[in-house]
């Protein structure tokens, strides 16, 4: 890293970061006794446990509860009877052939909305600002409208087939990406382009290197937002309509009272969410480190 | 107008501000639009390598007349004139400096620097070596790969002048630069235009709020009148250079200078200032003058 000055009757001044002691290297030539080294390592693992706790206890009370009697094993299956299940289905190839049916159709309507959503959104934004107060009770009141409950009149018009699910995919990340671009755009410092201007920028340079830019964050915002919205959306969809996908498995395991399976299929949309979402958060930590940093200062 | 050019030669004149007015079209009322004359007959000859300072209330059309030299608004009547040419639009022979900063925050230091040189199309393999010399012109060297956020405001106004200054314009506009930053940061910055001034021999239009700053800095002083944005007098300042913060403020010459602009902007108070389109303005300078 580059060298940190501290410096001079100006007021230059950085603030170094606080770093927790438990992480921060041992400063070089401060010797240490063992029990001090033991000190450190424990407290480190602790920290790196520390988000974990709530879920270990959980997931250990889980177990005790049916093992131990308290309560009927049948409908409530310990985490191991799941794993079992799990371990079962990844075999037969049952489960992966699920998660990557439904997580294509998330990716393809949030790949659809994204291209629609975002050029839409600057469009409004940037160029026809008037235009997009104008259209903005209309476009809120589209946002409000679940996807869900257009499910049937997707069906109508398409068939139970793959363009309805697309289409409720579509639907929910379209309304949170358009939206916040064009926030985005709107929230970009007025100064920034007029300077980009002063340099004789032309519209396409103000936009690449000004507008999207500073547009980003907000656009991701909406991005994730949309992402994992549209996958709990996905999931309802497959329960009605389809006969593939996690939330088909919900639905097919409970007809069929297939208790081990139902909960293994919930907690794998629990985790595939949870993933879908920390996928976009480290993307957009790569992409707009700059503003990231800002906040987790 | 009273322009004190009378010694200089036609080739010596950078700038050329020939009968500038600027009218706003304020849609306000139910008995339509009504006019709002921001600026009037404004006449300025800025020789090469001058640093010509503007002071005058706010709301005074300081800000509008310096968006009128950089390109960015058509002034309503009359024209800028650089280097005999009338100008049409922005361009890289101005730069601009802001009062606040507009640093991009995606950018690092080095890129902010950069900036110009992208819109200039020059390859990235000179841009480094220019950006680097001007970082350490205004003594940033270090903090190259920082962001905005990480530096405190006084050295994002460096990152601000070093970036103006890095596309190599001839002419530099800066509308009060330096009035958020503290007092004691704001001498220092004062003491470094002038150096970097002094070594760049760049032409300077200066806004400011301040008196002090306007006669420490600068070879001639413009003074605003308001409603309609008019100059009142163009003082000269004779002050020996190089000048510095350090010894200059307590000269006799100094006090005499300031005390002829407070009293040239004193002289119709607020009356004039009153109901200025959608801005009043009241605040008279006061001597101290750090507003
Ligand atoms: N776009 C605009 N439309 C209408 N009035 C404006 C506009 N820009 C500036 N003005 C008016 O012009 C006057 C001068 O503004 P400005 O140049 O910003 O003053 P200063 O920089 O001296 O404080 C103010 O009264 C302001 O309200
Ligand atoms: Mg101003």
């Excluded at chain 1, 799941?82 to 699920?98: D, N, R, S, T, Y």
């Excluded at chain 1, 916040?180 to 690449?208: C, E, H, W």
Aim: charge should be neutral; glycine fraction near 10%.
């Amino acid at each position: 890293m580059s060298n940190v000055r501290i410096e001079d009757g100006e007021g230059i001044m950085l603030e170094r970061r606080a770093v927790p002691a438990s992480l921060g290297k041992t400063a070089p030539g401060k010797k240490e006794g063992a029990g001090s080294i033991f000190l450190r390592r424990f407290l480190a693992i602790h920290d790196l446990l520390l988000d974990w706790y709530g879920i270990i206890l959980l997931l250990v009370l889980w177990q005790l509860c049916p093992t131990l009697g308290w309560i009927d094993g049948r409908f409530f299956p310990p985490p191991s009877t799941i794993l079992a299940e799990g371990v079962k289905l990844v075999l037969k190839g049952e489960l992966p052939a699920h998660v990557l049916v439904s997580l294509q159709r998330t990716l393809l309507g949030l790949a659809a909305a994204t291209a629609v959503g975002i050029p839409l959104g600057f469009v409004l934004g940037g160029w026809f600002p008037r235009a997009a107060r104008f259209l903005d009770p209309l476009l809120n009141l589209l946002g409000q409208i679940n996807a869900f409950s257009l499910f049937p009149l997707f069906v109508l018009f398409f068939g139970i087939g793959e363009i309805a699910k697309f289409c409720i995919i579509f639907w929910s990340c379209l309304w949170p990406i358009l939206f916040t671009t064009i926030s985005g755009v709107q929230g970009v410092d007025p100064t920034y382009v007029k300077l980009a201007r002063s340099m004789g920028s032309n519209g396409a340079t103000i936009f690449a290197r000004v507008l999207f830019p500073g547009a980003l964050p907000s656009i991701f915002t909406g991005l994730r937002l949309g992402a994992t919205f549209a996958f709990l959306m996905l999931i309802a969809a497959e329960m009605i309509g389809a006969s593939t996908g996690l939330g088909w498995l919900v639905h097919n395991s409970s007809v069929n009272y297939l208790i081990p399976r139902l909960f293994l299929a919930a907690v794998t949309i629990a985790l595939l969410g949870m993933t879908l979402n920390h996928t976009l958060v480290l993307l957009e930590r790569k992409l707009v480190r700059w503003r990231v940093r800002n906040e987790t200062a | 107008m009273a322009t004190h050019g009378d010694g200089t030669h036609k080739e010596d004149l950078k700038i050329v501000l020939k009968d500038i007015g600027q009218v706003y079209h304020l849609k306000k009322s139910a008995d339509g639009s009504r006019e709002f004359q921001a600026l009037k007959d404004i006449n300025l000859q800025v020789r090469a390598g001058e640093f010509v300072a503007l002071v005058g209330p706010s709301g005074c059309g300081k800000s509008t007349l310096l968006d009128i030299l950089a390109g960015l608004t058509r002034p309503s009547s009359g024209a800028v004139y650089i280097d005999g040419k009338e100008i049409t639009g922005p361009a890289l022979d101005r730069g601009i400096v802001l009062q606040g900063y507009a640093l991009f925050p995606w950018r690092t230091v080095r890129r902010n620097v950069e900036f110009g040189l992208e819109i200039k199309k020059v390859p990235k393999s000179e841009r480094r070596g220019i950006s680097d010399h001007f970082i350490r012109l205004v003594g940033l060297e270090g903090f190259e790969e920082h962001y905005p956020h990480e530096l405190s405001g006084g050295m994002k106004q460096r990152v601000a002048i070093a970036r103006a200054l890095a596309y190599d314009p001839e002419v530099l506009l800066m509308d009060e630069p330096f009035a958020a930053v503290d007092a004691q940061t704001r001498e220092t910055l004062q003491d470094e235009l002038l150096r970097i001034w002094d070594e760049t021999k760049k032409t300077i239009i200066f806004v400011t709020h301040s008196i002090d700053e306007a006669v420490f800095l600068a070879d001639r002083v413009a003074i605003f009148s308001s409603n309609p944005g008019t100059f009142r007098e163009i003082v000269e300042v004779d002050l020996p250079r190089p000048r510095h913060n350090s010894d200059i403020r307590s000269s006799a010459e100094f006090g005499w200078v300031r005390h002829r602009i407070w009293e040239l902007l004193q002289s119709r108070p607020s009356q004039e200032c009153r109901e200025g389109g959608n801005i009043v303005v009241k605040d008279a300078i006061s001597p101290s003058a750090t507003i």
